[in-house]
T-cell receptor, first 109, second 120 residues
């Protein structure tokens, strides 16, 4: 099955810093989503981005489908950005998402 | 985004009892829902795919007689953990896939808030 690798596994940032999280996947996909899991376990949808670039406030994401990777950019990080960021992919319309192991982000004041 | 609810959010039960978890899509119809489990500090692992009106598809290693799934309507899937044991303690999360139409990207999945099960 499809493999998803995320890097780095852990990241500590000073408040205000920028960061880039990476997601590599092993096969072509038609669904790629980025999530933020908050301390209560809720997965928050950040981006649905099987290809191209999207921006939402301080967050943006780019997926280069032909090279099988996606990047999540966080600018001017805040303590509320802390948590685990997951990349998940799917390769057909009705298949479940395969998750990477996540990047655990800690933003310190 | 779309709203998926789960109930209950937390349950504590004695070993040997059965626990039912409900997953509802509140503002869209979902012919397909997925059930995941997550252990502390780990990623989500798919347990099964729930299809409205048909039998669920289970992942390898997941006991279908222990984790009963029913997808009786386009907005409701249930997971019943039968004869629960302490090793079944985990965080269970459902997701629903947005189908074409509406305000959501086709194929985008939305997740419920999760159910934390503790079996004593």
């Amino acid at each position: 099955g499809i493999q998803v690798e995320q890097s780095p596994p852990d990241l500590i940032l000073q408040e205000g810093a920028n960061s880039t999280l990476r997601c590599n996947f092993s096969d072509s996909v038609n669904n790629l989503q980025w999530f933020h899991q908050n301390p209560w376990g809720q997965l928050i949808n950040l981006f649905y981005i099987p290809s191209g670039t999207k921006q939402n406030g301080r967050l943006s994401a780019t997926t280069v489908a032909t090279e099988r990777y996606s990047l999540l950019y966080i600018s001017s990080s805040q303590t509320t950005d802390s948590g685990v960021y997951f990349c998940a992919v799917g390769n057909s319309g009705n298949t479940p998402l395969v998750f990477g192991k996540g990047t655990r982000l800690s933003v310190i004041a | 985004g779309a709203v998926v609810s789960q109930h209950p959010s937390r349950v504590i039960c004695k070993s040997g009892t059965s626990v039912k978890i409900e997953c509802r899509s509140l503002d869209f119809q979902a012919t397909t829902m997925f059930w995941y489990r997550q252990f502390p500090k780990q990623s989500l692992m798919l347990m099964a795919t729930s299809n409205e009106g048909s039998k669920a598809t289970y992942e390898q290693g997941v006991e279908k007689d222990k984790f009963l799934i029913n997808h009786a309507s386009l907005t409701l899937s249930t997971l019943t953990v039968t004869s629960a044991h302490p090793e079944d303690s985990s965080f269970y999360i459902c997701s629903a896939r947005a189908t074409s139409g509406g305000f959501y990207s086709y194929n985008e999945q939305f997740f419920g808030p999760g159910t934390r099960l503790t079996v004593l």
